[in-house]
């Protein structure tokens, strides 16, 4: 009894932890040219590169075959799916399928055949683990310009990014691949043209200079984020700027003078005749109308969906919004009644400045506001009742 107590006892419990990310191919052996299909599970949400490794991957991106790599994103399940074409990795095989988040971490890697490229030797492969390292590191990184411009009338702005980079490794490295992506958020997309980086000798550092477009209307906070790959360890570095239309709360206030001014001069009393819509003159609309306009403008500037912008109002207003709300809000018949609490919510929710949403869009102005009725449906005229 007791040796089949102790036997028990030794027996290590099954593990209840979650399994990790997986990586899967399509198929076990392929050609140079060949298309591999590569699914990803249980990976957390962001964008993952793939990439086709010899050596086992065990250097990184210096065994891979960085100029054919993908890119997928993770979606909220955890699942994501990319096509990989096969090339001759920079290094014999044993060859591997290797997926990693992008803003860096472990890699995971699934073995794959590939025909026609040769398998190194362990002798080999000891040799090449004992190479000189292959490193870049990225310092002084900084963002200029930002100065009056059309940005500041809710235009396009342009930033210039410089950063050094500098040889840590012992050997040389000849032009390694550069990525960079300029955007809002963590994960930019706007791919930017990356300089050549030439000859680094061990010790040797360079600065580069980039010009950065942020596509108008340029408001709120930006990203640019640089990859060094091709080298042991990737080395990326990330630069943030801001860019905000300063100019146009500057031109309500000065409009609104104007404003008052015409609204005075205006004829009023019996007889005075309302606006008369003259062809190929702007639309006359009222104000909680012009707030509409903009906010389906802007909404679709920013590619969301009713769904997923009603998601984000409805923390910022505290109470539940749903796409036929946002649909209502959009609509000019009829308008909604706009509160301060839900422009300033939606002016979060579609990062925008807050008089973005009140300035007439293209082809549309404020209407006057109506003249005063009197019981009798006719309009009071000033002075003494006849």
């Known amino acids: 009894m007791r040796t089949l107590l102790a036997a028990a006892l030794a027996v290590p419990p099954l593990s209840l932890a979650a399994p990790g990310p997986t990586v899967e191919i399509d198929r076990a052996e392929a050609r140079v040219g060949d298309t591999v299909t590569v699914d990803l599970a249980a990976w957390p949400s962001g964008n993952v590169l793939i990439e086709?490794?010899?050596?086992?991957?065990?250097?990184?991106?210096?065994?891979?075959?960085?100029?054919?790599?993908?890119?997928?994103?993770?979606?909220?399940?955890?699942r994501g799916t990319a096509m990989v074409t096969?090339?001759?990795?920079?290094?014999?095989?044993?060859?591997?399928?290797?997926?990693?988040?992008?803003?860096?971490?472990?890699?995971?890697?699934?073995?794959?055949?590939v025909t026609g490229v040769p398998t190194l030797s362990s002798a080999q492969r000891r040799a090449v683990s004992t190479t000189p390292a292959r490193d870049l590191a990225v310092s002084g990184v900084?963002?200029?310009?930002?100065?009056?411009?059309?940005?500041?009338?809710?235009?396009?702005?342009?930033?210039?990014?410089?950063?050094?980079?500098r040889n840590t490794g012992a050997a040389p490295v000849t032009d390694p691949p550069l990525t960079l992506a300029v955007g809002r958020g963590g994960e930019p997309t706007g791919i930017l043209d990356a300089p050549r980086i030439g000859t680094l000798a061990p010790g040797q550092e360079r600065s580069y200079s980039v010009r950065a477009r942020l596509p108008g209307p340029a408001?709120?906070?930006?990203?640019?984020?640089?990859?060094?790959?091709?080298?042991?360890?990737?080395?990326?570095?990330?630069?943030?700027?801001?860019?905000?239309?300063?100019?146009?709360?500057?031109?309500?206030?000065?409009?609104?003078?104007?404003?008052?001014?015409?609204?005075?001069?205006?004829p009023r009393g019996r007889g005075a005749r309302g606006p008369r819509q003259v062809a190929g003159a702007p639309r006359a609309v009222a104000m909680n109308e012009i707030v509409a306009l903009n906010v389906g403008q802007w909404r679709r500037l920013r590619n969301l969906s009713r769904a997923a912008l009603a998601d984000t109002l409805t923390p910022l207003t505290g109470t539940t919004w749903t796409d036929r709300d946002v649909e209502s809000a959009e609509t000019l018949s009829p308008p909604h009644r706009f509160d301060a609490d839900e422009l300033l919510a939606l002016s979060r929710a579609l990062d925008v400045p807050l008089p973005a949403l009140l300035l007439p869009p293209s082809g549309y102005e404020i209407a006057p506001p109506a003249s005063p009725v009197t019981s009798a449906g006719r309009a009071s005229s000033p002075g003494p009742s006849v």
């Open 52 to 78: 086709l490794c010899g050596n086992g991957g065990g250097r990184g991106s210096a065994d891979c075959a960085v100029a054919a790599a993908a890119t997928t994103f993770i979606d909220a399940k955890g």
């Open 142 to 165: 900084r963002v200029s310009g930002g100065g009056p411009g059309a940005a500041w009338l809710g235009g396009s702005a342009t930033r210039t990014v410089t950063f050094t980079v």
């Open 219 to 266: 408001f709120g906070r930006y990203a640019i984020v640089g990859e060094l790959t091709g080298v042991d360890r990737p080395a990326r570095f990330t630069a943030r700027t801001s860019s905000y239309p300063w100019a146009l709360p500057a031109l309500i206030v000065l409009a609104a003078p104007l404003v008052i001014v015409r609204e005075l001069r205006r």
């Open 86 to 113: 096969v090339v001759k990795p920079p290094i014999g095989c044993p060859c591997v399928i290797s997926a990693r988040p992008v803003t860096g971490g472990r890699a995971r890697t699934v073995p794959l055949v």
